[in-house]
């Protein structure tokens, strides 16, 4: 985690408000209340720790709501109890740096708190015990930890990969796949040991059996090499869904909404028909082959596409009984996994990796199918830039337990984008803020996260950066804290408007796509029923709401309401608290985010949670 003084913390606030590494007190607040964020911020695995901040609050009195700080009149007394209580409270000690510092001439104290080693947690209360008494930090909130939440930290050495699949045997092995394997293995180490062994030695050193019964196949043994039948019968959602969406967003053409290829077969095998597929469908101009990865090359480089398949098989949570998504749009590709990044967003791109299954990584990193070092989303960014293409961006989810990976297929910087951006020469821009500009024209919007990720840069120099554009009229900024999000400004339109691109030749589809969609997160819209019957329909729901009392405490009719309204139609987070005559923010707190969580809704725009668009669906597959 970076080194920041109180200040810094201070200016991070007033651009992204509190998050997963950040918390507030003002002084007011219980002591327990700020001992729960050290507990939390101790615990959370791959968090890297946080700060905490004493003397601030949040002015809600202003227009715009702003933190403040305010004084601390003895913080000597203060900083002696905080450490009598890390020292005592838990069930081990806790020792968080702090140091007093002034914020407009107030005292305050910060706080940073390290994340504990894994065998020492979890730190929890001791007048409490577990689980209730220990706390993790999921987005900027405390949470008590459930039976479920124990798992995280008391694992023994058979990870999730290890689960055996009872009643499967060894026939469901498809032998085409260990084929593969071998080719693959033999390529990289034509005297490996395990090319001598025969299938049954060969599964049971890759740790592909049941080890107290090794007629039994584990779970990693049939995901890599377990056949098509086998996986259907024992886990039928475990599949790849490759989907190919005209346009730059979700079911944008209702007469022309998406075709899939539903994919399901040993990973060992799969990943490269996944990677045909993408490639058919890929416009004129783009190609595969690793002779094009070079600075010259009009192509998406084949070692990109392939780091990014390889790393969502090899650290999805399979554990989540729904699909990986491969989402092709006209402009980009989004990889949509189960299961949110153990590692820190802040994280990304650094060497080493953290994964949920280390027997299914270890095949994928003896195959060189995967970089062996954890620095897969650095060699990405690499390979992009020497091809002239924006660079990745990932977005980490952990309230909806999701990982997305996101490929743009703009050839950066070519003559075409050369020429457009003279416009703005004056300005001296660098190749960061340039970035900037063509990802907005791409996509439509940009907040600081996804721009952290193209740059490298951290949130403070991305925030100064974004801003610049801004003064430059360049972007419009939208939302506040940590929802700021940037549209095109002004100037930035006009020089959209005059941009004539010609239309991207898309004339290429995927074979066999007759397969209708199955198992969507996002689900089409119902654009079978005529306007009208829709309008009858969301009339018969504002009577309902009408009839609701006025202090109606049955959140389960009012959730009911809710799916009844995203039925028709997207519906934003705007017209639906218009419906209920109650605060924006009130709903999305009290309902809208917990029924994201529970599966209940699902977002319009995937790619970007911040989209100045988004709305909110029915998930008709809950």
Known sequence: MNEYSASELFELLNLQDECDWLEVKGGHESSHSVMETVCSFSNEPGLGGGYILLGV??????????????????????????????????????????????????????IRVEELAANQKPVYFKSDGLPSGAYRRIGSTDQHCTEDDMRVFYTDSKSYDQTPVLGSSISDIDSMAIKKYRNLREKINPSAEELTYDDFELLESLGCLNKLNKSELNLAGLILFGSTKALRAYYPMLRIDYIRVPGTSWVQDPDDRFTTIDMRGPLITVIFRLMDAINADLPKGFLLEDGFIQASSSGLPSKVLREAIVNAMMHRSYREHRPTQVIRYDNRIEIVNPGYSLKSEERFGDPGSETRNPFVASVFHETNLAETKGSGIRAMRKLMKQAHLAPPTFDSDRNNNQFVSRLLLHHFLDEKDLTWLKQFDDLALTDAQKQALIFVREVGAIDNQTYRQMTDFDTLKASNELKILKSYDLLLPKGKGKGTYYLAGKGLERAIENLSTPPKDLSAL?????????????????????????????????????????????????????????????????????????????????????????????????????????????????
């Open 510 to 622: 995927p074979v066999d796509l007759s397969t209708p969609p199955l198992d969507l997160s996002a689900p089409p819209l119902n654009l079978s029923t005529p306007p009208i019957e829709i309008e009858a329909l969301l009339q018969t729901i504002v009577q309902k709401i009408a009839e609701l009392n006025k202090r109606e405490h049955d959140s389960l009719k009012i959730r009911g309401i809710i799916v009844e309204l995203c039925s028709l139609k997207p519906m934003k987070a705007s017209e639906i608290s218009g419906y209920f005559k109650k605060g924006e923010d009130y709903m999305k707190r009290k309902y809208l985010s917990e029924m994201i969580k529970a599966k209940e809704l699902t977002y319009l725009h995937h790619e970007m949670l911040n989209h100045p668009e988004q709305a909110y669906l029915a998930n008709k597959n809950n």
């Open 57 to 110: 609050s949040e002015d809600k009195s202003a227009l715009f709501p702003q933190y403040k700080s305010v004084h601390i009149a003895d913080p000597d007394k203060v900083q002696r109890d905080f450490i009598s209580q890390c020292s005592s409270m838990f069930n081990i000690p806790v020792r968080p740096k702090v140091s007093v510092e002034r914020i407009h001439g107030d005292t305050v104290i910060k």
